[in-house]
Structure formats: C-alpha cells, structure tokens
C-alpha cells in the first residue's frame, strides 16, 4: 500500500492524484459502469459485479442501477439490505450499511472532506475522509444526504431530503437539514 492510500485511510491529508488511487476508481467506475448497464432480469450478474467492486454485499441484498462510487472495497452492506436509484456512495474512508436497511432514491453517503480553513492546501487538491456507518434496520427517504463522519443507530428513520451533518442515536425519527431528531421511535 502507497503513501498517499495509507493517508487517505488513516483519515489524513492526501492527494487523490497519486496513480494507486487513480487506478483504484478507474477499476470502480469500470464495474460500476458495468453494473449500471445490466438488464433488469440480470440479477445474478448484478449480484457478481457487485461482489468484484464491493468489500461485502450480504445475503439478500441488492442496488438499483444507477449506482456510483469511489472505490467500493470500502463499502461493507449488511443482509437483506436494499440501495434504490441513483445511490451515490463516495467511498474514501469506509462506509457500513447494517443489516435490513432500506435506503432510498437519490441517497447520498459522501465520506470525502476539503480543508476549510488552509485555502492553499484546498486549492492544491489536498483532502481527508471520515467514515460512515449506518445501524441495522435503518430507512431513508429519498435524497438524503449523509455527510463524512456520521455514525446513525439502530432502527432510525431519516425524512426525505434530510442532510445529516451530525450522529443519530437509535430509534428516532430525523428529518431537516440540517437533519435534527423529531422524536423517538
């Protein structure tokens, strides 16, 4: 492993240019670009593209073309798990989905961060990552959006358009953005 890839999962400073990195998503978009021109009556080759490009997809799950991400190896969805259309999924620190969880339209879990304050490093392309993790049986309206470093509980259900920019704990109700607990479940 190069320099730059041990950065990127340590959650430090790296440049995404370093040519390990590139061939990594080369890899990804060539698989997801494969995934996404399956017919609807190929499961099984979904499910066998989807076992290449992720680092685990459990039993009874499945994704609606179109999908996208970075690298997929850092992406680990539980059993019986389901990621409708348009999921985007930016995968430079890990992202784990339980078991059970529905996650709807046009979602969002977006791990990749940019340097706020040092203009200079931001504007030479350096950038971080946080992870994500999503607790079993979660649901997610359509578009929403998970930002990097976000940790959501067991049985939590997050309103259509949300944008999570803070951890959620079990069994509550979020919506908003940015998303604030509603009440619990």
């Known amino acids: 492993m190069g320099e730059q890839k041990r950065r990127m999962l ?6 995404d240019s370093d040519p390990e990195l590139v061939a990594e998503r080369l ?3 060539r698989l997801c670009d ?4 399956t017919g609807p009556e190929e499961t099984g080759r979904r499910t066998e593209v989807l076992g290449a490009l992720l ?3 459990g039993e009874g799950s499945w994704i609606m073309p179109r999908f996208q991400c970075d690298y997929g190896s850092l992406i680990e969805i539980g059993a019986n798990s389901f990621l409708n259309y348009d999921a ?3 995968d430079c ?12 339209p046009r979602a969002q879990l977006l791990t990749a ?7 200079d490093k931001r504007r030479q392309r350096w950038e971080s990552a946080a992870p994500i993790r999503i607790g079993g049986n979660a649901w997610f309206g359509g578009g929403v959006i998970v930002c ?3 940790t959501i509980g067991d049985d939590v259900v997050v309103g259509a358009g949300s944008v999570v920019t803070r951890d959620l704990p079990d069994r509550v109700f979020a919506a908003g953005n940015p998303a604030r607990v509603l009440r619990r479940l």
Do not use: T, W
Request: charged content about 25%; overall charge negative; hydrophobic content about 40%.
């Open 10 to 15: 340590a959650g430090e400073l790296y440049r």
């Open 27 to 29: 890899r990804a978009q």
């Open 34 to 37: 494969e995934f996404n021109r």
């Open 55 to 57: 680092g685990k997809l």
């Open 88 to 90: 985007i999924l930016l």
């Open 93 to 104: 620190a890990p992202i784990v989905i339980g078991d059970d969880c529905s996650i709807g």
């Open 113 to 119: 961060l940019h340097p706020m304050e040092d203009h």
């Open 148 to 150: 990097p470093g976000v």
